[in-house]
């Protein structure tokens, strides 16, 4: 799909198979729509009379042969009030549009959509990004393939010249969409295909696709060497090798300090020893959907070409019970020197992630963000609209915070104050893998993470209730690539 601004603002001239345009409650038109039904002597607000089309959210209609309009087709997309047209409007006017183009004939189409809100940059990476959610197909696994779709280019287009920002926009907003696809593609991989040595081929492929990503495989013999018995102790019961993969983008001078994504990779989590019950069990295939995130923001910086650097590290590993798997109460040695004591094999997630965190300071990172399915607590906190967010540094959290309303893929910060850390006490180790009691469950693991970065500016996205969905509609987000990718975005602003 090609994503692109089109070149004419006066819509009755537009030569394409489809407009599209804005349609409020009331009978009110937008900017597009009222030029079109001068030009076309009437012709809308006459179909309007009629009281089929009301204008309110989800409603759709496409009229065609209309007399003074250039194009094939007109498609009404219902957006409810005006006055209360806003990003989530938006978002859901283009879920309608896109879903009736992928259903059609139409080869090319032009929608006037974005140019109802006044940020237009914003409003034009957000319908490009939602557009290409509803074009997203996954039938790689099943013998009857979905329909192919015969939409070949989506242009914008707004009712005035628009800023060489808002241009941009939507070349990146179609980086940020391919990223979010690999990451979907990954996520929704089952575990026997998607495995660790999967993501490191992953990691190999946008190598070889891109000449600034560089990567490097450490397998467990390297891991070994260096140290990480934490991360090793989750993959002792399975028989998939865990892989430490890094991956290094170089859009800036060798002497600019990299920004480092760090990404929870465990391609299937049973719990282990300390077994998940049975029911929804297969959902834990996505507790790779942080390292997922991770290989689409990579994608998504490198087809964007940002001018910063970034150093990326995904540890992953299978988590599964065997003769061999780490027991409760076992107690390993973490790359950091810090012993850990595993109280519970369920929460490996931090296991594999405190090895990362220790090893991707020998990059000199200027902050690390990690990215982590790590607590069911965490859906039970902010359910499945917005990502847990905790930091050790409030500048780092507010520049999370104002890059998720920009990509409209928002983190909420919670607290992480040395009353909770003291939830973590060991008898036997230095450190225990999970907090005294249930409360506070997201809050205690971000603390368990806090004790290997010390000094260094951190934040932790615990993606549990985000980066999937469940239910008639399962499968990954893509989240949180736009929230991750805008980061990367506003420090190229900076940096320039
Ligand atoms: N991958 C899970 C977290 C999870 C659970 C994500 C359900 C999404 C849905 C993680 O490894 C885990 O099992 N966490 C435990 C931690 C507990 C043992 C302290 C949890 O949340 O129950
Ligand atoms: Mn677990
Ligand atoms: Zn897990």
Redesign the pocket.
Known sequence: MKYQLATQTQASSINTDCLIVAIYTDQQLSSAATELNKQSNNAITNYLELGDFTGKAGQVEVLYSLDGIKAKRLMLVGCGEQAKFDVRALTKATETAASTLKSSNIENAVSFLADELEDTAMAVQQAVITSAAIFYQFDQYKSKKSDAIALESLDFAFSQEVSAETKAAITQGAAIAEGMKLAKDLANAPANVCTPTYLAKTAEGLAAEFDNIQTEILEETDAEALGMGSFLSVGKGSEEPSKMIVMQYSGAGADVAPIALVGKG?TF?T?GI?L?PGAGMD??KY?MGGAASVFGTMRACAEMALPINVVAVVASAENMPSGEATKPGDIVTSMSGQTIEVL?T????RLVLCDALSYVDKFKPDAIIDIA?????C?VALGHHISGLMANDQDLADEILQAGKDANDEAWQLPMTDDYQDQLKSNFADIPN?GGDRSA?TIT?ACFLSRFVEDKKWAHLDI?GTAWKSGAAKGSTGRPVPLLSQILINRAKFSN
Not at 346 to 349: S, V
Request: glycine share 18%; charged share 25%.
């Open positions: 465990i989590d719990g300390s998940k959902e834990m507790d519970n369920d929460a490996e997630g399915t790590l607590t069911g607590a859906i999970i469950g693991a549990a």
